[in-house]
Structures are given as C-alpha cells and as structure tokens.
C-alpha cells in the first residue's frame, strides 16, 4: 500500500458519492435514531431506486408467465426476460446469451456445476482444487460431488498476507486435476485473486475452471473470454440487484455436454411417459418458472452500475479501502486480518486489546447506525487458517464516503476505549470447600433469585416491560453480561462446550451437594450479548430443580417478551443451543434421581456436564 495522508484521499474523489447517494432511498433511513451508515456491502448491496422501479414497473404493467404464452403480455414478459440474459452477456463478455444461465445466485450456480457436470465427469482418484480462500458456497458443493464420485479436494494455501501460493497451487496440478473452483475476490479479507494466471496454469494441466465472481462482478470489469473462463457464477443483489437472482456462465460446449440439474416445465423439449428429450442452452438449465422480475431488475442494475461507471466506482472503493485501512491500523488495539497487495473493498479485523468479540463490536456499531458483519463470514476453513473464531468486516460500495470510513473509526475507537477494563474477573473465589483439596479455590456458581422459573421469568418479564424501547432493553442485556461471573478457564473444556452458537459459549452445571435435583450452572461466551443472554438464563434456571426446569417453556417465554424478534437468527440459535444443553443436563439429574432413589443411594452432587 502506497503511504498518502487521508487528506490527499479526500481531496481526491473519483466518483460522486453524493449524487449517488441520493438513488438510494434506504441511505437516508435512521437505525437506533443514528443515520444509516451501510458497510456491509460484501454481503448484499442496497438497491438504487431504479432497480425497484424497474421491478415494480414489470409487476405492474408487464407480467404474465413466459415461454408459452400466445398473448402480446406473456411476448412481452419473454422478451424482457431475454433482454437481460443478453444485457448480462454483454457485461460479462460471454460469447451468447445462451451461455448465460439464470439461477437464484452464486451458490445455485456453483451447485448447478458440481452436481451437473459432477456427475457426468468425475470419477474415483480425480481431483478438484479449491483454496483456503473459499466461500462455503465454492467447497460444500464439491465435497458433496466429491463425496458421490470418490474424486478428492486438494487445497491451495495462502500466506499470513491472505494470498494464494501460487508456487503450491502449481505443483498441486497434476493430471488428475479435473477441475479449478476459485474465488476471484474473498468475501472474508479481500484478496483479489490472479485468476487469469489461475486459469491459464489449470489450461495447461488439462483442467477447467470455476470461478467465484460474486465478490468481483460489482467491483471491477469481467471478461469471461479474455479470462478463458469455464464457468463464472455470481449474484444479484451483491451487484445493486434484486436477491433471488444470480448467473451461471458456461462455455457452450461445456453446457451442452452437462446433463440438465432439474427437471420440469420449460427444460424440455419433448416428453413421453418412455423417454424425455431436452430443450437447447439456455432453457435446459431453467426448469420451472424463472424469477422473471430477478432477470429484470438485474438488469436494471447493469445499465445503473455501467452508467455510473465500474472503472470509477472501483477507484472510489480503493481510496476508501485505503483511508479505512489507514484509520483502523491507527487505533491501538486493532489487527486488520489479510493484507493482500491487491485487495477489493473489504477490511476485516479483531480487537486484541482488550480482546473484544466480534458480536460485540457488531451489537456496539449497530447503535450508532453502523452495519458491518461479524463472524467466521462462511469461511470456517480460512478462519482455522487464521487462527480465529471470527472477525469483524467492512465492505465497501459505490455510495459509501470518506465521512463514513472517519465515523467507523470513531465509533471503533471509542468502543475499543469503553471496553478497556471492562470486565469483571469474579469466577473463582479463594476459599477452601468441603470435599475439595485444601487450596483449590471454590467455584461460585449462582443460586435460584426466585422460587421457580416461572417466577424468576415474571421478574425479567417486569423488567424488560419498564425499559422503553429494545435499545435499552440490549443496554440492558449488555450490563448483565458484564456483571456476569467469569468461568474460570479450567471449565472452559471441550465437554462444556455448547456448538450451535455463533459465538464461543461454555456451559458448566453441576447438582448442588445438599440436594438431589437442583441444578446450577457457570457459562460464559466471548460475545457480551450472548453473556447477557446467559445471565437471563441463570435468573431463570440456576438453583431451580431439574423437575421445574424442564416443566419451563424456555422459547415460548424468549417469544413472549420479544427477544425472538429481536435477536438475530445466529443469537437466537445460539440460546436455543444453550437452552437445549440444560435440558438435557436437566434430563440426566432427573434420571439419576430416579435410579438413585430406586437405590436410595447417598445424594452425592453429580458433576453432569463431565459424565
Ligand atoms: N461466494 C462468495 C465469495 C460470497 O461472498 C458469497 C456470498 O457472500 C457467495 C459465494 C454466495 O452468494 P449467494 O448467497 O448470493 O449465493
């Protein structure tokens, strides 16, 4: 990276951010009271107003089903819809439209692939080459090809800098390498992959290509024949375009040779009950009714993008990289994760100092109005190959500003600044316990605070009722999280570990020593959310007997005040995993008893969560 102060970068702009911005309506929306500020394009981008006229113009004045419609509406319909296959020939290069496959995105697309010309190519001892850098949609496809042919995944590294080793890649082609699927940009760090190097080496070793270009397409020029590519997939909304729709390129050839992927109307081209023969390209890859107002609004979004300029809005998305690459390295306490030297608009990074989960740093931005993604962003190979459980990324569009990149940093750094000695180390309490060897401390785990869960539920019900508004109740949240006693480190075992979490969760229980049946439990989580959620759950079930626990309709009552709606789909299968874990812990003392009673052995504690 080229060193240049933020100024020289604001004084430069490449593109009118601002006229821009004001063809996006949802830019001018408040989030928590705070305007908007939207950089989490790498995982849909917002969509200008005439993409959603264009939609809504096609249901209002032109649908109708297309293909075999007699009337003038279903020729109209047929021709819009085959105006955009050829609007998005044309802006990938493709050398027809009917190379161009509608498909409901990326991930069908590669699925198409893998499982079309999967089955008609791979066979046992060949090989598919993928990278460290894959998306889930660019490997579990292929595993599962891989899987149903006995062919084998081999797998490109990357450096610490988050590039592909290209001297591995190259000796890792041999010829049983039948084909190449990679990303053109990693939707996690960035990276801008040489894919044309890529395809020109898989070439020679006799290979085809896939390439990943739903982090690409938006950001720069495609050229599938000047790249010699294969296949190329990618996605609409990620490209200002309507979800739903996305495109598989293909070689004719290639298409031609592959068997259909789905049955159905409109892929054939004749059927009796003995035999079926199929449509020509593209239709024989279009089963069934297509997303007629996708293609349409995905079109609209080519025309807008172009006309708005792809060499411009990339230029306006590297100096925005840069100015938020020189911000967030500034703030102490801040890694940025992937330095690639060639890098499209995403900025990923942890907070070590102090160590901040990601979720929290997420929670935390979203009240200023600030939207990133947090997570392992479905790359759970790279993030092993990072060392990490997950990160926090930016990604960049076309109306995004330098002031944005300033009020992340800001936000960033006074959040890093609040965080600073924050929590409170209270899980291990020096005191000697009966049955314990002398000096071992003894481990707190929290009483019942009321007489059931049902009692325990009305008292946080109240609460949640007096704050006002779900700002306050997550304020809330996070101030239980932070008060709540922290696990020591000894109970933080793989046995204890609650898988189903977005974050990291433990979840320690044991029978208290004079009862039978009362169950307490410690847990603890690198998200200060989910630490607020496990303090909710501790109100409600720690010191409870197994018996009331499981009489206790956990989810019903997480409905009732609320939280299902208002707690992301991640958070929410997280505290359906822990809620399940003490139940089934809840389960086991309840068996125990009974076998124990039916003995009347001693009520000695049972460790649950370590039988
Ligand atoms: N590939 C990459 C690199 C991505 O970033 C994504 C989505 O984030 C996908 C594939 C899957 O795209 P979709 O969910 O639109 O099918």
């Given at each position: 990276m080229t060193a240049s102060s933020p100024l020289d970068v604001v004084q430069r702009p490449a593109l009118d951010a601002a006229a821009i911005r004001v063809q996006f309506p949802i830019l001018r929306t408040c989030v928590h009271g705070q305007p908007l500020v939207y950089l989490d394009n790498a995982a849909s981008a917002q969509k200008p107003d005439r993409v959603v006229d264009a939609v809504a113009d096609y249901y209002l004045r032109q649908h109708a089903n297309i293909h075999?419609?007699?009337y003038q509406l279903s020729i109209t319909a047929t021709r819009l819809h085959e105006e955009a296959r050829a609007c998005v020939a044309r802006f990938i290069n493709a050398a027809e439209p009917a190379e161009c496959i509608f498909t409901r995105g990326t991930t069908e697309s590669i699925n198409l692939v893998a499982a079309s010309w999967g089955k008609a190519n791979l066979r046992p001892g060949d090989e598919i080459i993928l990278s460290e850098l894959e998306h889930h949609s660019n490997i579990v496809p292929w595993q599962m090809a891989a899987q149903a042919s006995e062919a084998r995944i081999r797998v490109i590294p990357i450096d610490d800098a988050g590039e592909l080793r290209l001297d591995v890649y190259r000796q890792l082609l041999?010829?049983?390498?039948?084909l190449v699927a990679v990303t053109q940009v990693s939707n996690a760090l960035g990276t801008v992959n040489p894919v044309q190097e890529i395809i020109s080496a898989a070439h020679a070793a006799g290979a085809l290509v896939l390439i990943d270009g739903a982090q690409w397409v938006a950001h720069g020029r495609t050229d599938v024949q000047a790249l010699d590519a294969d296949f190329y997939a990618f996605s609409g909304h990620k490209l200002y375009g309507p979800t739903g729709i996305g495109v598989l390129y293909g070689k004719r050839r290639l298409l031609e040779a592959m068997p259909p992927y789905q049955g159905g109307g409109?892929?054939?081209?004749r059927v009796t009950f003995a035999h079926t023969t199929y449509a020509e390209l593209p239709n024989k890859f279009e089963a069934g009714t297509p997303h007629i107002a996708g293609a349409v609004g995905l079109a609209a979004a080519i025309d807008w993008l172009c006309a708005a300029g792809l060499e411009a809005a990339a230029t306006h998305e590297a100096l925005l990289l840069r100015h938020a690459t020189q911000r967030l390295s500034a703030i102490p306490g801040i890694e940025i994760k992937g330095t690639a030297r060639n890098k499209a608009g995403v900025l990923s990074w942890v907070v070590t100092d102090p160590p901040m989960g990601t979720l929290d740093i997420g929670v935390a931005l979203d009240f200023k109005g600030i939207c990133i993604r947090t997570g392992h962003h479905c790359c759970q190979p790279l993030m092993d190959r990072l060392g990490l459980a997950s990160t926090a990324r930016a990604s960049f569009g076309v109306y995004n500003t330098i002031a944005e990149v300033d009020c992340l940093a800001a936000e960033l750094a006074a959040i890093i600044d609040a965080g600073r000695g924050q929590r409170v180390s209270v899980?291990?309490?020096?005191a000697p316990a009966a049955g314990r060897p002398t000096g071992a401390p003894e481990i707190l785990y929290p009483g019942a605070e009321a007489e059931s869960p049902a009692a325990a539920a009305e008292l946080i019900r109240e609460v949640f009722e007096l704050l006002p508004d779900w700002s306050m109740r997550y304020q809330h949240l996070m101030g239980l999280g932070a008060r709540l006693p922290v696990m020591p480190e000894t109970l933080k075992t793989p046995a204890n570990f609650v898988s189903g979490c977005q974050s990291l969760v433990h979840l320690d229980a044991r029978v208290r020593s004079d009862s039978t049946d009362i169950l307490e439990f410690l847990a603890d989580s690198d998200a200060a959310i989910v630490r607020g959620l496990i303090a909710l759950l501790q109100q409600l079930f720690s010191g409870q007997s197994a018996t009331t626990i499981l009489a206790f309709n956990a989810q019903a009552f997480f409905g009732q005040i609320g939280l299902d709606e208002h707690l992301s789909l991640g958070r929410r299968n997280g505290l359906a995993a822990m809620v399940q874990r003490l139940r089934q812990l809840a389960s086991r003392v309840v068996g125990q008893r009974g076998v124990r009673d039916l003995e009347a052995a001693s009520p000695a504690a049972v460790h649950c969560s370590h039988t």
């Open positions: 075999r419609g007699a041999s010829p049983r390498t039948r409109d892929m054939i081209e899980g291990a309490v020096p």
